[in-house]
């Protein structure tokens, strides 16, 4: 297969200017290019974007996939690392959950105590000028 940087776009669904910084910080190989100086591309690249693609899309950083592509280049290695680097973006999503949820606590109690009346006695513009309700964050700063 010879792929076009156009074409592996269109195919990995990744667009062409990703697949360049993909290459440019390691996470795709240099490629093969044409007399005219244009990429070309097999069709392990669709898998390797599509595999970054799926990774990224379920947040891992840069650094994470680039240890978790190094394990799937090196299939006979033990997965105990894919395992630590997947536990630990489960810890952070956990994280996110918890703090989302504190964040709709919140503004349901603001949106519940809206008296749909005046400006001035408005409980979604009085709570965000209480700094106190600033979950430590800007009371702290």
Do not use: W
Request: glycine share 6%.
């Amino acid at each position: 297969m010879d792929l076009s940087i156009g074409e592996l776009s269109r195919r990995a669904a990744v667009k062409v200017p990703t697949i360049r910084y993909y290459e440019q910080i390691g996470l795709m190989p240099e490629t093969g290019r044409t007399e005219g100086k244009q990429r070309r591309y097999g069709r392990m690249a669709v898998a390797r974007l599509a595999f970054i693609r799926h990774a990224r899309e379920l947040g891992f950083e840069v650094d994470a996939i680039r240890t978790l592509l190094s394990l799937q280049d090196n299939p006979d290695q033990s997965c105990a690392r894919a395992d630590e680097i997947a536990k630990a973006r489960l810890v952070e999503v956990e994280k996110r959950i918890s703090s989302l949820k504190a964040l709709r606590k919140e503004l349901r109690k603001m949106v519940e105590e809206c008296a749909c009346g005046r400006v001035g006695e408005c409980r979604v513009i009085e709570t965000l000028a209480d700094r106190t309700h600033a979950h430590g964050k800007l009371a702290a700063s």
